[in-house]
């Protein structure tokens, strides 16, 4: 996997390859993803993970829309 960046972007801590659960926000909710390949910086802890992780967990989003949109079709009225 291809390093993103050298160093931490908040503290210029270290960021050690690994995987990890990463939690995402989607409006009120929270999601879970296990093993999320990602760099975590050895200082302050901080997750980072690549382009196209963040592609795969913005996809993951997109069932729970409609999924919303089912249950609370009202909210989408403006749009
Ligand atoms: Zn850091």
């Given at each position: 996997m291809d390093r993103?960046?050298?160093?931490?972007r908040f503290c210029?801590?270290?960021l050690e390859e690994s995987t990890s659960m990463v939690?995402?926000?989607w409006r009120d909710r929270t999601i879970t993803i296990d093993?999320?390949?990602c760099w975590i910086c050895n200082t302050c802890g901080e997750?980072?993970?690549s382009p196209?992780?963040?592609k795969?967990?913005?996809a993951?989003?997109?069932p729970l829309d409609r999924e919303e949109f089912l249950i609370k079709p009202y909210l989408y009225k403006k749009i």
């Open positions: 993103l960046m050298d160093s931490c210029g801590g270290y939690k995402t926000h093993n999320v390949n997750v980072y993970v196209d992780m963040a795969k967990i913005k993951l989003e997109r």
